[in-house]
């Protein structure tokens, strides 16, 4: 009866051992088959590492001026009998703006010109009578000065006269009005505003380590949210001779064209200095780097062959790189990448190093140096 029972053990044993062989198996088999299984191949877009020309660019936020911009006031105190300007009309040089009252103005020239006439007829009796040798020169001397002082009493009044008649100093768009008919006005009383805006100024100051880059007539370009899609150009005309003591800036000026008149005086702009040099930088598409706080790294495209089979397949190789500029949708990058290799410029967030990759490249996007979305 031992004897059957231990035989029984024995072949329990032996059930369970050869059981355990199988499974043994059957999981090292499992882990040589996952070990040799590599992970689907990720689908990406790529671009070619390409030497561009950058132009160079200095830019700054800088604010318009007019050429020429005046407040036009009241030279001497006056009621305003007639206004003869509608505000926001465009005006030419020496047109009537305000007439302020001058109806005692016109009495004294009235009472001038007889004073002239008269003193001009007594001094031309008195020229004949000294030829005569009627009168002494002294008398003659005494007429030429009554007809000179009456000439400058009405040339007084008429100035008088042309002060309250208020005309346009030059060509230009007026502002809103802010005087009335029949209002009295003071010495210096603002009337309405005048702006000549084409061509039109813009000021911008730039850093002091700029100025052996900037000159006279250097081009420049200039947007403003309130004309979208459009570039102003225009040319430096003036550098301040002086740095700000408190900034380290230099003032600079420069002129634009502004013949629709979209551009007025108080606004703010973006401005690029556009230098003669050009640049040839190394420039890959923005998309295909990954940034991270530990460094920036693109994923460069190598061929990798299979040492057993031969075939030959794509992967993502990490690389880490030092950017430079952005410009439009490429950035500049100054190490880590040569020209002629691709990298991934679509896709880069799924890759991991020695990652198997398929190329497609029939909706990748165009990549541009000035793009104009259509959401600018």
Excluded: C
Aim: without cysteine.
């Amino acid at each position: 009866m031992k004897k059957s029972y231990f035989i029984a053990v024995l072949g329990l044993l032996g059930i369970v051992g050869i059981l355990g062989g199988i499974k043994a198996l059957q999981i090292n088999a499992l882990i040589e088959s996952g070990a040799s299984m590599l992970p689907p191949p990720s689908t990406v877009s790529s671009s070619v590492v390409e030497s561009q020309a950058w132009e160079v660019t200095l830019s700054a936020v800088g604010s318009l001026e007019a050429v020429q911009g005046v407040m036009v006031s009241a030279e001497v105190p006056g009621r305003v009998s007639s206004l003869h300007f509608t505000p926001g009309s465009d005006v030419k040089r020496g047109d009537l703006l305000v007439q302020q009252d001058i109806s005692a103005e016109l009495a004294q020239l009235r009472a001038a010109e007889a004073n002239v006439a008269l003193a001009k007829s007594d001094l031309k009796r008195m020229s004949e009578l000294v030829a005569k040798k009627v009168i002494p020169i002294s008398q003659f001397d005494s007429a030429e000065a009554r007809f000179k002082e009456a000439f400058a009493q009405q040339d007084i009044v008429k100035s008088t006269i042309d002060k309250k008649t208020i005309r346009a100093p030059f060509d230009g768009r007026l502002g809103l009005r802010l005087i009335n008919l029949g209002q009295d006005l003071g010495s210096g009383e603002h009337i309405v505003s005048l702006q000549a805006n084409d061509p039109v100024f813009v000021n911008f100051n730039l850093p002091q380590r700029q100025l052996p880059n900037l000159k006279v007539d250097m081009a420049v370009r200039v947007a403003s949210d309130a004309v979208p899609g459009h570039i102003f150009t225009g040319k430096i005309t003036a550098i301040s001779p002086e740095v700000n003591a408190s900034t380290r800036n230099v003032l600079v000026q420069a002129t634009l064209e502004n013949k629709e008149l979209n551009l007025l005086p108080g606004m703010f702009v973006s401005v690029a200095v556009v230098s003669p040099d050009i640049d040839q930088v190394l420039a890959i598409p923005n998309t295909a780097v990954a940034y991270a706080t530990f460094g920036d790294s693109v994923f460069v495209v190598t061929e990798q062959q299979d040492p057993k089979t031969g075939e030959k397949t794509l992967v993502a190789s990490q690389q880490f790189v030092q950017l430079g500029r952005a410009k439009g949708d490429f950035v500049e990058v100054k190490a880590g990448v040569k020209v002629g290799e691709t990298v991934v410029s679509a896709g880069v967030f799924k890759l991991q190093n020695g990652a198997p990759i398929l190329i497609n490249n029939d909706t990748r996007p165009e990549f541009k140096l000035n793009p104009t979305p259509d959401n600018t």
